[in-house]
């Protein structure tokens, strides 16, 4: 690495972490990810420390070159400092703008299943009317979310983790002030028909959304004389209802709950909306 180099990429690290303190600021996202903070903070120490040292080493360079290190020391730098930098851009990214995850119920079974990877957008996001969102469960904020959801199991059911958050995928339906109403349906007169604004909604397998009379309690908790109230938001899943599909493991069909969602723990936060699906790695596709 030559003198010049060497500075020039000194800059480089700096205006990075320049642009980070400024997107950590201004709140750009609504996710929180400690550890792609603490990765960005070790990204820069190395990266200025590998470039102080390039420095250093142009400036009392010796004649004589004995051993790896007095032979490659230069290289090694190099390699270091390059590392670095392409890690500080991988977790400004990731911090700041898009990130990978996990499907891992059939909430939005058959847009999105179990073992499906995607990817978020969370720079800047605004809630829009049908977007496949991200929303952050808190057991402050949304009561009825049961404990077990928050606890990780393995393959054989053994608990590995207890999480104070988790993440929901939904589909968001309902925006502040717009008019919810229940139809009770004619056909079956136990359950009655989600209305928003004096439409059926359904989901994009043209199926309608049902509510008991408990879960129409729990939405009404939000709504202001049938209208949706600021700052709150509907986020149903695509599984409207339950399916029935055959299961590998167990080698027979067997019958899936419907999603749990808004019906079951009320409107959400708009604090709580950290941003929506734009794309499924694998199997490779558009997410509408």
């Known amino acids: ?38 990765g960005l903070t070790i990204s820069a120490i190395v990266s200025i420390f590998s470039i102080l040292l390039s420095i250093h080493q142009v400036k009392h360079k010796k004649i004589v070159n004995i051993g790896f290190w007095s032979k490659h020391k230069f290289e090694v730098l190099d390699w270091f400092t390059f590392l670095s930098i392409s890690l500080m851009i991988i977790f400004m990214v990731f911090t700041f703008a898009f990130l990978p995850s996990d499907v891992e119920q059939y909430s939005m079974y058959p847009t999105l299943q179990p073992g499906e990877r995607i990817v978020i957008s969370h720079f800047m996001y ?66 009655s028909i989600v209305k928003i604004n004096g439409e059926i909604i359904k989901s994009p397998y043209d199926e309608q959304y049902y509510v008991q009379d408990d879960q129409i309690d729990i939405l009404g908790q939000s709504l202001t004389d049938g209208i949706l109230d600021e700052g709150r938001y509907l986020a149903f899943g695509d599984n409207a209802n339950g399916f029935t599909a055959y299961d590998s493991i ?26 929506k699906v734009i794309f499924r790695m694998w199997p490779m596709g558009a997410v509408k």
């Open 1 to 38: 690495m030559t003198l010049k180099k060497a500075y020039k990429t000194l800059i480089l690290t700096i205006l990075l972490m320049m642009l980070t303190i400024v997107l950590y600021a201004y709140h750009v996202t609504k996710l929180t990810l400690v550890w792609g903070m603490i």
């Open 126 to 191: 605004e809630p829009q009317r049908n977007d496949v969102i991200i929303v952050e469960i808190t057991k402050e904020a949304y009561p009825l979310v049961s404990s077990d959801k928050y606890i990780e199991r393995d393959q054989y059911n053994r608990v590995i983790a207890i999480h104070e958050r988790i993440y929901f995928v939904k589909r968001l339906v309902g925006l502040p002030g717009d008019q919810i109403d229940f139809i009770v349906d004619e056909n079956n007169p136990s359950q």
């Open 250 to 275: 167990l080698g027979y069909e067997r019958d899936y709950p419907g999603s749990f969602d808004s019906r079951g723990f009320g409107a959400v936060y708009a604090d709580d909306i950290i941003g």
